[in-house]
């Protein structure tokens, strides 16, 4: 069997939080919407339906612990969760956190606009932060 590893676009976008269970959870580079990616650490999955039924459990846990966690952290007014893999087929769920009136309300986030990076302590505070929210149980 070969080593997980996360797909080079999608680390290329974001850091590392961490480890949970199953995934591999991702921070996306991108201030205007805090921005999870889970990463399920099994090699050639494109749809979630792919996964073992254990795995689609223990994914969809993940999921809702992180966005718990994000809503909580950030304060949002909603949370979107999405697989799509268009561009990137490796299975990856996005959580991230809207509020009313941000850049894109109401309409998605894909496509609008560019990236707009943390600097980087910007970016280390809330890796650090989204962190011990998750650990934390949301």
């Not at 799509?84 to 299975?91: A, D, F, H, S």
């Not at 990076?117 to 011990?132: C, F, I, S, V």
Request: with cysteine; glycine share 8%; aromatic share 6%.
């Amino acid at each position: 069997m070969r080593k997980f590893k996360v797909d080079p676009r999608l680390a290329a976008d974001s850091v590392a939080i961490g480890t949970l269970g199953l995934c591999v959870l991702l921070l996306m580079n991108d201030r205007r919407w805090p921005w999870l990616i889970l990463v399920p650490q099994r090699n050639d999955v494109t749809e979630i339906h792919d996964l073992t039924p254990l795995d689609q459990t223990m994914l969809t846990f993940e999921t809702c612990l992180v966005a718990k966690a994000l809503k909580g952290h950030c304060r949002a007014d909603k949370i979107n969760v999405g697989a799509l893999g268009n561009m990137v087929p490796m299975l990856h769920v996005h959580v991230i956190a809207r509020r009313d009136g941000d850049a894109a309300w109401p309409g998605p986030v894909w496509g609008f606009g560019s990236a707009e990076p943390y600097d980087p302590p910007a970016l280390e505070t809330m890796r650090k932060g989204l962190a011990q929210a998750v650990l934390a149980g949301g």
